[in-house]
């Protein structure tokens, strides 16, 4: 504040004096001193209402900084120009505040210079390049330099853009191009690389990632502003800040070697659905589900329920979402939608606008094993969380598939393209202002019980890395990326419809395991092939042969239209339910499955039921041929 007012002085007095040619005697000298009055009265005034609102020195700061000084301005010209005689010339009253600004930003740059070479030395201090001088690598540096406890020291940047080789970032110059890396890092004796332009493609990534690694450096990664936003939430007393520091680099990850893609999703058409609503998340502690939940607690909903069968999960995703996990609250239901009246009794207690239908058994190996425990979660509780919902009033239910449904060969791909039919075949018998829809997707990268999962574990161990095939390809997304597409699905699906997700390109499983293991600290692995299970594919699909790649509303999102069942195909559900319930299984089952997904849409019957109940059937009862056959 001293030093803004003495400013003021200083250049009304010097430019006073310099327009009168150094003739004292001509200057209006009762009129300087109102003009400096009038200014370090306007300036103390505005200091009053800067300091509680901008850091000095900040670039916001010294925005309001110069609309300050035009409000002096006008005041001194207005004075300058209503006074006889004159108390400054209008010629110093239109150059001195000009003079005035860039003396205190001036001042404010070096204060900032000074202030960064007083930090006490920090130990261990590592130096440090930037890949990229565009916003990230800005935001970058100023984290750097800005963190007191940083243990990086920005010494250089690098970017191929040829508009920026001779470009400074507070003081750190652009030394060259990202291919140059190698060579500058042994000239700056650089130890850390910081990749830092959010929008890289998977290739610049991994093109970073040689670099540094032929370099002997450190790579780490500047998250996307939206990664950085979910992570590094304000506190209770700091709401609506996020304070960043260098902590928040990260070490390469697989999703960034498989490209971070820009997710365009319309926020006022998914905010419109879910803002002031009662939404039910099932499977509310899976990978999917833990996301979706933390996803639409952004959206304010009236309320968030939250159901799932573990119980730990539940302490984990509420512990994400709300900052602390008491495991008190009513929107936290623990249960199985397999027990009976459990469905029923959690909507009619809830009575939900909102049904998100993330609960699954989605390991295929298992379910090929266990096929009638796949029907009973996949299948009967899908169906009867679709009729309960339709009988309470649930306007919007979001079911999630998998791209094994596409033309599916396993029983995991079966029921899910069963549920995918159970879901149209709802929704078309409501009327029109219902919206039940299936959203179909791929792998989610780093889920519970995925590949990468299990590639770690081998690599702690020392064990080779077991792949099914060379050929194999797979579609991955991050949880995050699927989720908001899965959000913005909901808000353009129609009833009848299956919302297929683009996955980007499928990558191939070998190549990503090895890239995997490089991230990890193990550069050449071992690899076993073993052989496709049963149900397996080599290459997945996201649509199935007799779906055409329609995208209407979203670039990211195709619309096909699934085919219905008959009606009377719900109450046989129920009864084979009943059936594999109370009979030894016998894995009979698939080949009803089978005829379920891919049929005409007709009640379909199992061929040689009776095999199931191996003639325990007590006397008097009907099998599942003779139900249907009373349906038909």
Not at 199 to 209: D, K
Not at 482 to 509: F, K, T, W, Y
Request: proline share 6%; aromatic share 4%; with cysteine.
């Amino acid at each position: 504040m001293v030093l803004d007012c003495l400013t003021w002085v200083f250049v009304l007095t010097v430019l006073t004096v310099a327009r009168y040619d150094l003739t004292f005697s001509d200057m209006n000298r009762p009129g300087l001193v109102v003009a400096i009055a009038l200014a370090v009265a306007g300036q103390l005034a505005g200091f009053c209402f800067m300091r509680q609102r901008f850091r000095y020195a900040s670039t916001d700061e010294i925005v309001a900084l110069a609309l300050l000084t035009g409000a002096i301005t006008v005041a001194l010209v207005l004075a300058a120009a209503l006074t006889a005689p004159r108390i400054i010339p209008l010629s110093v009253a239109l150059a001195a505040p000009a003079s005035a600004l860039l003396t205190m930003v001036g001042a404010r740059w070096v204060f900032v210079r000074v202030r960064r070479s007083l930090q006490a030395p920090r130990p261990n201090v590592q130096r440090t390049l930037v890949l990229g001088a565009g916003a990230g690598g800005t935001q970058a540096i100023s984290m750097m330099l800005n963190d007191a406890h940083s243990a990086l020291r920005p010494v250089g940047i690098l970017d191929d853009h040829p508009g920026k080789q001779h470009l400074r970032v507070s003081g750190v110059r652009v030394l060259g191009r990202i291919n140059e890396l190698p060579e500058v890092a042994t000239r700056t004796q650089a130890q850390v690389a910081v990749f830092a332009i959010p929008s890289a493609t998977a290739e610049q990534v991994a093109h970073a990632a040689d670099l540094a690694a032929s370099a002997g450096l450190e790579l780490k990664v500047l998250p996307s502003s939206t990664e950085i936003l979910a992570t590094h939430k304000p506190g209770p007393r700091r709401q609506g800040q996020v304070r960043l520091h260098t902590s928040v680099f990260r070490s390469l990850s697989l999703e960034d070697l498989l490209g971070r893609r820009a997710i365009d999703t319309d926020i006022d058409s998914i905010a419109g659905y879910l803002e002031g609503r009662v939404v039910v998340v099932t499977g509310a502690g899976g990978s999917i589900g833990s996301q979706l939940c933390r996803e639409i607690a952004q959206y304010s909903p009236a309320r968030l329920v939250m159901t799932d069968r573990d119980e730990s999960s539940l302490h984990a995703v509420q512990l994400s979402i709300d900052g602390q996990a008491m495991l008190d609250s009513d929107d936290l239901v623990l249960g199985d939608l397999r027990s009976p009246g459990f469905i029923d009794r959690l909507l009619e207690a809830v009575r939900p606008d909102i049904v998100f239908h993330a609960a699954a058994l989605k390991h295929l190996t298992l379910t090929e094993r266990f096929p009638e425990e796949a029907f009973l979660t996949n299948v009967a509780a899908t169906k009867r969380l679709l009729v309960a919902s339709a009988q309470n009033g649930v306007k919007r239910f979001v079911h999630i598939s998998t791209d094994k449904a596409a033309d599916p060969e396993s029983v995991l791909g079966y029921t899910k393209r069963i549920s995918e039919r159970l879901t149209a075949t709802v929704g078309q018998a409501l009327p029109p202002d219902h919206r039940y829809i299936s959203v179909r997707f791929g792998n989610v990268l780093g889920s519970r019980g995925s590949a990468l999962t299990a590639f770690a574990a081998q690599l702690e161990a020392g064990l080779p890395l077991t792949i099914t095939s060379p050929d194999m390809t797979r579609y991955f997304m991050s949880a995050q990326e699927a989720c908001q597409l899965v959000l913005q699905a909901g808000a353009i699906g129609r009833s009848g419809e299956v919302l297929v997700l683009d996955m980007g390109e499928p990558h191939n499983v070998e190549e990503l395991a090895r890239r995997f293991a490089a991230l990890q600290g193990y550069p050449d692995p071992e690899v076993v092939y073993t052989h496709p299970r049963p149900g397996e594919k080599i290459v997945e699909t996201r649509l199935g042969q007799s779906e055409s790649d329609h995208r209407p509303v979203h670039p990211l999102i195709t619309h096909v239209t699934a085919p219905l069942v008959d009606r009377r195909y719900f109450p046989h559900i129920a009864n084979l339910r009943d059936e594999v319930r109370s009979h030894p299984p016998t894995g009979a089952i698939v080949e009803w499955l089978r005829e379920a997904a891919l049929g005409s849409g007709e009640a379909p019957v199992l061929r040689d039921l009776d095999e199931l109940h191996k003639g325990e059937l007590p006397e008097g009862s009907h099998t599942v041929r003779e139900r249907a056959e009373s349906n038909r």
